[in-house]
């Protein structure tokens, strides 16, 4: 009986010393981000979060075009000049008592894409490390319609305001679609 209180009792100190992590959807799939189309880059300042994108059109993910999934069309071209990378950015808050375990980013992009948060570079694919903004094709395609995950850094830190910038690159002048989505989820 003795080591049966016993027993109890270590089950119980260890569930209630246990640690929970909820996960929290900090930018939801299909949410509204500002966007630019143009074939000029905007300003290097675009990642930051202080920049003025007010100047920008805004829609709801799945974002461009060709594929017939999406919510917000963007432009191919623009004045007969293809448009090869496009921008787009999300304010999100943060409650900064929250334990993360681990941010992930869970995306469907075609082609290349690079994205920042808070004004750092987070994530790339099939972009060069040489690929300067708004230059450079990108190196390959994903399939459009899948998914695909990236655990970030755990150095990462989130602030009370938050952005996330991406930019999403063409493959070829000639490519016949875009597409793009994304969510960031804290664990």
Known sequence: MRNLIKAMGFIWLSVGWSVCYATSVLIPVNASWKYYDLPQPPNEEWVKMDFDDSGWSSGKGQLGYGEGDEQTILAKEHEGQPVLAHYFRHKF???QNLKINELKLRLVVDDGVRIYLNGVEVHRRLLAESAKQGGNFALGSLIEHSWYEVVLD???????DN???VEVRQVSSNS???SFNLELIAE
């Open 93 to 95: 808050s943060f409650v």
């Open 163 to 165: 952005i996330v910038a």
């Open 176 to 178: 016949s679609d875009l």
């Open 154 to 160: 755990s150095s990462i830190t989130l602030k009370r």
